[in-house]
């Protein structure tokens, strides 16, 4: 087919469902745009790393158009989406731009959720983005230096309070790394205070933490978390957020100048700007083969979407359903192109997995349940494996080798001091 | 001498200058207050890598507290100096705390200054920290984005055009950076634009660049910059800056959207806080042991002094002249507290030292002249002997390695995207 006869494929979104569809796509012929709202492509089930001063936001981001520099059937642009037209089928480009498309993937994912509090967005940050990483690794090591500087006790109890609202697994990587920056890597660094001494709450709406494991594993892992000074309270809801601390459901105040968002997420608002049905978080409904209902050339792949699995509950919101959803959107817009029937979705379920910190993790593979270090030599497997780009491995695996035989944390700056709340 | 009678010694600053004055001041017996704003040293002369993405900021930066962990006479604190009074011997800090001293050594450094145009400022800017140098990474590159998305041919023009106002060392490294960035790593990650014609400026008031050096080198500096595309433009001064380029002495206007100042500094405004005499840009004289007149126990070190040497002229604002001197104030000190005669600062010239990319450099070493290559390798030992902290080592040590085989630059990271015109 003529290069300029072939099919165009807009893809919005470079996470792991946009990357692999575009990858899956190289050798297809179709001509394909994919659209973002920053230049790379980021390794988020890491973002913890960043926010708790183990790694640099470049270790686990890879420019999307070197990530794609091989590839000759795709154009990249940074660009923000600010319109979707599903009859036209054309893209808004905030510069003014309308981009038309013979397929659109939809793969922008979630933000955070403030269960209808947008006023705690300014006080406890969520996780999702390099520049929420940044903010909270500012925020933490600035908490610290606050602590060294205050004069009541009062207030160097609030300076070394922290609170993790939400216990899956983002919650508990917090609170573990957290509580090991406390107890290891700035433990001998202040003179007034005892970095030792600082509280380190991880607070769970349901019945237990890490709702999404067994509840054996999940046990095993609150273990550990308390064994690295970190107070669990589940069944526990936070009411109330302001700058000094949290108001839980109990009636219980926790003075704490660290307040961070880990509980809920949201999906981002291509929903609605398409004019499509969603559900109660904003995902858009898929059929079995990831498309939209009556629009057969629209699909939408990762967290953006919402498709029930065979045991009736929605797929997670993870990185390996996302990897596998753009694979297969691809493969049913290959299909579709040649003629073909489009095939449904089926989630080969490899790994479940959470760290807790130091070097124990937890892990469900198939079957297997496993717990401790070789749970988190798994862990480390998987994410290696799974990091694009060849020098960001090896630098990854360097940087975790180092701070495992020294508890180091080579990433401990404050930038922007003085503005860590923006 | 019991701890608590122990003179204090308050150190403002953590470069170059006020940390080796606080190291070498290890084994006396003093007690150390050293104040800086941020929490981490910055290697400064390797800032620029940052700003053209080839090292992260973590590499270039050590924490403070880190640095200084296994020396007991020294407490960090990270504040902001409002007050200096000299007669009452007391630095009054933004939390309204109140220090006092029995020494104060003044070493805050320089910033950028603008020739009384504070209005540049927003639309060139410098580079000295690094949020200038994430600033100008984002810049960068985001200049070859909207090259991308651009819809005439002088819009496109005006994207990829980069001028560099100031011929020293800061300003050759920039241009030469940015010359690779678009003819290297750049190179074939565009459609529709070419970065290869990217056109890069260097602007330089004074008759010739690099004028800390040999002429003889600075030709040669100059013509690796040429055949890397750099167009060098000397006797001649900015008169005008606005968002999109810069209006020359001689009437020439150049369109571009990313100027970057790299002209003069400034000393910190420490001089005008203690009702020093300062020089026209703010630095205060010194004495040749580094004492401010009338202020036996007052000492100032590195961009903030000015002090003449043997040849007439006060010695160049660069790391070695600010290392030396905090290495001399503390020696004065200890001779202050011991009794005994302080002695005249004596500049040990090393090597002066400038690289154009690639892996190109210009050195002096006392009257050896040394380019290319060879001056290449002296450049990175010198660089690496210095970057402290062992990690930051074996790390910058490995990018470099990597970098210089594969030309990549690993960092092409753009954060906070619209944002980075603050």
């Given at each position: 087919?003529?290069?300029?006869?072939?099919?165009?494929?807009?893809?919005?979104?470079?996470?792991?469902?946009?990357?692999?569809?575009?990858?899956?796509?190289?050798?297809?012929?179709?001509?394909?745009?994919?659209?973002?709202?920053?230049?790379?492509?980021?390794?988020?089930?890491?973002?913890?790393?960043?926010?708790?001063?183990?790694?640099?936001?470049?270790?686990?981001?890879?420019?999307?158009?070197?990530?794609?520099?091989?590839?000759?059937?795709?154009?990249?642009?940074?660009?923000?989406?600010?319109?979707?037209?599903?009859?036209?089928?054309?893209?808004?480009?905030?510069?003014?731009?309308?981009?038309?498309?013979?397929?659109?993937?939809?793969?922008?994912?979630?933000?955070?959720?403030?269960?209808?509090?947008?006023?705690?967005?300014?006080?406890?940050?969520?996780?999702?983005?390099?520049?929420?990483?940044?903010?909270?690794?500012?925020?933490?090591?600035?908490?610290?230096?606050?602590?060294?500087?205050?004069?009541?006790?009062?207030?160097?109890?609030?300076?070394?309070?922290?609170?993790?609202?939400?216990?899956?697994?983002?919650?508990?990587?917090?609170?573990?790394?957290?509580?090991?920056?406390?107890?290891?890597?700035?433990?001998?660094?202040?003179?007034?205070?005892?970095?030792?001494?600082?509280?380190?709450?991880?607070?769970?709406?349901?019945?237990?933490?890490?709702?999404?494991?067994?509840?054996?594993?999940?046990?095993?892992?609150?273990?550990?978390?308390?064994?690295?000074?970190?107070?669990?309270?589940?069944?526990?809801?936070?009411?109330?957020?302001?700058?000094?601390?949290?108001?839980?459901?109990?009636?219980?105040?926790?003075?704490?100048?660290?307040?961070?968002?880990?509980?809920?997420?949201?999906?981002?608002?291509?929903?609605?700007?398409?004019?499509?049905?969603?559900?109660?978080?904003?995902?858009?409904?898929?059929?079995?083969?990831?498309?939209?209902?009556?629009?057969?050339?629209?699909?939408?792949?990762?967290?953006?979407?919402?498709?029930?699995?065979?045991?009736?509950?929605?797929?997670?919101?993870?990185?390996?359903?996302?990897?596998?959803?753009?694979?297969?959107?691809?493969?049913?817009?290959?299909?579709?192109?040649?003629?073909?029937?489009?095939?449904?979705?089926?989630?080969?379920?490899?790994?479940?997995?959470a760290t807790v910190g130091g070097n124990y993790a937890i892990a469900e593979i198939w079957k297997l349940r496993l717990s401790g270090f070789a749970a988190w030599l798994v862990w480390i497997f998987i994410h290696i494996a799974y990091l694009i780009g060849f020098r960001n491995r090896i630098f990854v695996m360097f940087?975790?080798?180092?701070?495992?035989?020294?508890?180091?944390?080579?990433?401990?700056?404050?930038?922007?001091?003085?503005?860590?709340?923006?």
């Amino acid at each position: 087919m003529p290069e300029n006869m072939r099919p165009h494929v807009v893809v919005i979104g470079a996470g792991f469902a946009g990357l692999y569809t575009v990858r899956s796509l190289k050798k297809q012929p179709v001509s394909i745009t994919l659209i973002d709202r920053t230049n790379h492509h980021l390794f988020q089930p890491l973002l913890y790393q960043v926010a708790t001063a183990s790694l640099s936001p470049a270790d686990i981001a890879a420019p999307i158009r070197s990530v794609l520099r091989s590839q000759r059937n795709v154009r990249v642009l940074l660009a923000e989406v600010v319109g979707l037209d599903l009859t036209a089928k054309t893209v808004a480009l905030d510069d003014g731009e309308s981009i038309p498309w013979d397929y659109l993937v939809l793969a922008t994912g979630s933000t955070h959720s403030y269960f209808g509090h947008p006023e705690w967005e300014s006080k406890a940050r969520g996780l999702k983005t390099l520049d929420d990483a940044i903010a909270i690794r500012n925020q933490v090591l600035l908490a610290f230096e606050a602590a060294e500087r205050s004069n009541s006790e009062d207030e160097r109890a609030r300076d070394l309070g922290f609170v993790i609202v939400g216990g899956g697994p983002t919650g508990v990587e917090l609170a573990g790394s957290i509580a090991e920056i406390a107890r290891f890597s700035l433990a001998h660094d202040y003179d007034t205070i005892d970095p030792t001494q600082a509280s380190i709450r991880l607070v769970e709406g349901a019945p237990r933490i890490l709702m999404a494991f067994p509840e054996s594993l999940a046990k095993k892992a609150q273990f550990e978390l308390e064994k690295l000074g970190v107070r669990v309270q589940v069944g526990s809801m936070a009411t109330h957020i302001d700058e000094e601390g949290v108001r839980l459901a109990d009636g219980e105040r926790i003075e704490a100048a660290t307040v961070l968002w880990a509980a809920r997420v949201q999906a981002s608002p291509m929903g609605k700007l398409a004019g499509l049905e969603t559900d109660r978080v904003g995902r858009i409904a898929v059929q079995p083969d990831l498309r939209v209902a009556d629009h057969p050339n629209v699909f939408v792949a990762g967290d953006l979407a919402v498709l029930k699995g065979p045991n009736g509950k929605p797929y997670p919101g993870v990185a390996q359903v996302a990897i596998q959803q753009g694979k297969r959107v691809a493969a049913n817009i290959a299909a579709s192109v040649a003629g073909e029937e489009t095939r449904p979705f089926h989630y080969f379920d490899l790994v479940t997995l959470a760290t807790v910190g130091g070097n124990y993790a937890i892990a469900e593979i198939w079957k297997l349940r496993l717990s401790g270090f070789a749970a988190w030599l798994v862990w480390i497997f998987i994410h290696i494996a799974y990091l694009i780009g060849f020098r960001n491995r090896i630098f990854v695996m360097f940087q975790w080798a180092y701070g495992y035989f020294t508890y180091h944390r080579r990433v401990r700056l404050i930038t922007r001091p003085g503005k860590q709340a923006d």
